[in-house]
């Protein structure tokens, strides 16, 4: 098991962001997390990455972690070359994996939109990761960016994990898929076993019975 | 990660940062753009060295004093010089400042100079002038005081140059008195000798002496009275016997008459028979001799006729010899007689002598007593002489002692004298001379250019600190950076760095601008190289202090600007901080760019060491906000 999150809880204050939310990624997997708006993906994502501690439960990694924010975060006055150099640097090694077919001398800033994506998340691969987290990896693409940017990181093997609320995406791309929502895990599986369980027909409309669901039930306070 | 790692992305990471600086438009212009059009025009405004064309009225109603005033404003070009007089110039003068036609007036009082000159102190020069505008009126205002200052040090100099010269008379007359005093002073120990020696013989005078001689006199006085009397009468007795003895020549004498015509009339009658004779003889002659001639010469008859005419020229020579016996001792007689009359005349002559002597002996006698009490008087008067040689003595005495006292006092104040107007009476009235040395000879840029040197390496490296720190955090590339090195020191450091290196560049930009365009030097490279490093480092923490504290980079470029506005007025560059109030001061001279200003200041102008301390401090602080908050700034 690469990453094995078990009953992590966080509070700001005396607002409980997350419960007892638990997950699982294994090697090559692709993760997907879903999720409305404050529905606690960030403060999931950042607990994960070791950016802030959990209140209660744990988090354990075996392995390296690269993260691919939802912006291009890359330096866009700099070469492919010298921003994959740069983050390769970061991480003690030469050169990241490779170009991933960019041209290296090309500034950042003159690339098209998946290829801008597809910089960022070579920057996320420099030093090997084991897992990789992408925040909204498609978001502001054009169709065909973001089919480029799909099979580019089904192409990958590396095992990622994709905060998103593009269902369609998570459906085509995830192995399986998380649904969180008011900071806890309402359920998660695989999205053709999802389907299923909610007799639904794609994952928007899971996604769209689990978030009624909690939010009938109401939020979750503390005690 | 190993060192050398570490090392690697310290470097790829300033690298990066560097590359940005490189070419981004926006940071170039910030780079270059600014520092240059600072350094050329804020050169160009403080490099003016002096204000020209500054309009003042003189208005004067004391002619030298007015001229004195427009002469020294009129020298250059810094001022306009109107000059003006009467009764309304003052006012109209106070109306045109007021319009803004005039910058000042300088109000002249009549009488000015001379009650300077005369009294030591006059009636104040007025001077209006245009506050409104403040650093023209402090430069109108200090240099009219200063003018002010050297004319009346130029009357003052003329008064107290003669009073220079009257002391130096005095030293001159104090210096003949002391010398005259000093001559005195040997004069009185010399009377005093005498006076003393006159005192001895004084006392050694022994009058009782006199009254004894006087005594011996008078005694002798009196016996040669009385032999003089004595004298008178044999002298009488001589008189009557030479009376005697005359009479009985002039009887020998007559006896002698008697006989000497006898004998004239015998010889009378020899003489007769001389002549009888002689013919007789003459008879017998001429008969001898005819005889002779025929006969034989009968000798006895004529020899008896010669033998009688010899005989009878023998009684006649020797009648004629006793005639000249009988004159002879006539002729005597009458000598006697003569002698005796003569005689009886000394004798007469003797007697009146001795009756004047006689009467002198007595009025010496007179004049004995008479000086037997002048000698009582004389006494007296050398005792009191004595007395009052004495008194001399000591009076003398007393003098010399002071004349003693004086002379070290005279030669004191001649020193005295001599050491005051010795000095130059120029430097007493301006004894402490100004010697104005422009440090900055370049003008005045030279020593603003470090101050703005500070200021755009504060809004620059602000700017740019904060920006970039900013488009780190929303561009997701400080996220991605710490996940890949969660090191913040690393990554604060080496932004810290970039920042640095740019903005040493951009300082010593600007010297070598300065240097190019207004010839400012700096002291010491080394030591402004270090301040601007220092001062770099400085503001570039804080640029990402700022970069990790605000929102986004609108805020950053308010706070840059909040910052920089009040510190660029507080800092001690444009403002002093001697005019700033008293609460303000301590904040705005710990202020950061007062700091740097300081110390950029130091190291280009004076090339001192700058206090790095301070700066240090704030850095140290500043850098360890910025790691310690990175962290949590990650979005």
């Known amino acids: 098991m690469l990453l094995k999150v078990e009953n992590v ?36 994502v950042k607990i994960i990455s070791g950016l802030e501690e959990a209140d209660s439960g744990s ?50 800033s003159e690339l098209s939109g998946g290829q801008r994506k597809r910089l960022s998340i070579a920057c996320a691969l420099t030093g090997g990761p ?51 929502s008011g900071g806890v895990v309402s359920d998660s599986g695989s999205p053709a076993a999802l389907r299923r369980r909610h007799k639904a027909k794609d994952l928007e409309e899971v996604f769209v019975k689990v978030v009624n669901r909690s939010v009938s039930s109401g939020p979750r306070k503390d005690g | 990660m190993s060192t050398a790692a570490s090392a690697a992305a310290l470097a790829r990471t300033v690298r990066k940062d560097l590359l940005f600086f490189l070419r981004s438009r926006n940071a170039i212009i910030l780079l270059l753009v600014v520092p240059l059009s600072v350094v050329l025009i804020l050169g160009n405004v403080f490099n003016q060295k002096a204000a020209s064309g500054v309009k003042v009225l003189v208005c004067s109603e004391d002619a030298e004093l007015g001229a004195a005033y427009s002469q020294a404003l009129g020298r250059g070009k810094l001022f306009s010089v109107e000059t003006g007089s009467g009764p309304l110039c003052r006012d109209e003068g106070k109306a045109r400042i007021l319009s803004g036609k005039l910058s000042a007036e300088i109000f002249v009082p009549a009488g000015a100079a001379r009650a300077i000159r005369e009294n030591g102190s006059g009636q104040g020069i007025e001077v209006y002038y245009d506050n409104s505008q403040e650093d023209t009126a402090s430069f109108i205002v200090t240099y009219i005081s200063g003018i002010t200052g050297v004319i009346s040090a130029n009357i003052s100099e003329e008064f107290i140059g003669s009073a220079w010269r009257g002391l130096e008379r005095m030293g001159e007359q104090i210096e003949v008195a002391g010398s005259q005093l000093s001559q005195v002073r040997g004069r009185l120990a010399l009377v005093s000798g005498r006076m003393e ?85 003459a008879s017998f002659n001429s ?3 005819i005889l002779c001639s025929v006969s034989a010469c009968p000798n006895a008859s004529a020899s008896v006729v010669t033998d009688l005419r010899m005989r009878l020229q023998g009684r006649r020579d020797k009648e004629l010899e006793m005639r000249a016996k009988i004159a002879t001792i006539d002729s005597n007689l009458t000598e006697m007689q003569a002698e005796l009359a003569n005689a009886t005349a000394q004798v007469s002559e003797g007697r009146d002598y001795l009756a004047r002597v006689s009467g002198q002996l007595g009025a010496a006698s007179n004049l004995l007593s008479d000086m037997r009490g002048s000698l009582a008087d004389f006494e007296a008067m050398r005792n009191n002489s004595i007395s009052d040689l004495d008194y001399s003595r000591q009076a003398f005495g007393n003098i010399s002692s002071e004349i003693e006292s004086s002379l070290p006092k005279i030669e004191e104040a001649r020193g005295a004298l ?74 604060v450091l080496s932004k810290l760095f970039a920042l640095v290196v740019v903005g040493t560049f951009e300082a010593l930009l600007m010297v070598g601008v300065a240097y190019l365009f207004y010839g400012t030097r700096l002291s010491s490279a080394m030591w402004f190289s270090l301040s601007a490093l220092a001062v770099s480092v400085l503001f570039a923490a804080m640029g990402l202090a700022i970069g990790l504290l605000v929102k986004d980079e609108s805020s950053a470029l308010l706070v840059t600007v909040g910052v920089s506005i009040p510190s660029i007025f507080l800092s001690g560059g444009l403002l002093s901080f001697e005019f700033l109030p008293a609460a303000i001061k301590p904040v705005s001279q710990a202020l950061p760019l007062s700091l740097s200003s300081q110390a950029m200041r130091a190291s280009a102008v004076y090339g001192a060491q700058p206090d790095f301390l301070a700066l240090s401090a704030y850095a140290a602080v500043l850098l360890l906000a910025s790691i310690i908050f990175l962290p949590k700034r990650l979005e």
Do not use: W
């Open chain 2, 287 to 289: 008969s001898y001799s």
């Open chain 1, 9 to 44: 809880a966080k509070s700001y204050g005396r607002k409980r962001v997350l419960s007892g939310v638990s997950l699982f990624v294994s090697e090559g997997e692709i993760v997907g997390i879903l999720g409305p708006s404050g529905g606690g993906k960030s403060t999931l």
């Open chain 2, 197 to 281: 020696s006159a005192r001895l013989q004084l006392e050694n005078v022994s009058v009782s002496g006199f009254y004894s001689k006087m005594g011996d006199m008078e005694s002798f006085l009196n016996e040669e009275r009385a032999t003089l009397l004595l004298a008178n009468s044999s002298l009488t007795g001589v008189g009557e016997r030479l009376s005697r003895a005359n009479e009985t020549l002039n009887d020998s004498r007559a006896l002698l008459a008697d006989a000497d015509g006898l004998l004239a009339e015998d010889i009378k009658t020899t003489d007769l028979l001389l002549d009888a004779t002689r013919l007789t003889e």
């Open chain 2, 418 to 491: 001599a050491r005051i107007y010795s000095r130059d009476p120029a430097g007493i009235v301006t004894p402490v001379y100004l010697k104005p040395s422009a440090i900055f000879s370049a003008g005045g840029f030279s020593y603003v250019y470090p101050v703005l040197c500070a200021m755009v390496l504060m809004f620059n490296l602000l700017l740019l600190g904060a920006n970039g720190m900013i488009a780190e955090r929303k561009g997701g590339t400080l996220l991605r950076s710490y996940l890949a090195r969660p090191f913040a020191a690393l990554f």
């Open chain 1, 59 to 108: 988090v354990s990694l075996h392995g390296r972690l690269g993260y691919v924010p939802q912006q291009d975060s890359f330096y866009p006055f700099l070469t492919v070359a010298e921003n994959i150099g740069y983050f390769a640097a970061l991480r003690g090694e030469a050169l990241g994996k490779g170009f991933f077919g960019l041209d290296p001398d090309q500034q950042a």
């Open chain 1, 130 to 180: 084991d897992l990789l987290i992408l925040d909204e990896p498609t978001v502001g693409l054009d169709p065909v960016s973001k089919r480029d940017v799909l099979s580019f990181l089904a192409g990958l093997g590396t095992a990622c994990l994709i905060v998103t609320h593009l269902m369609n995406e998570a459906e085509e791309l995830c192995d399986k898929v998380i649904l969180l």
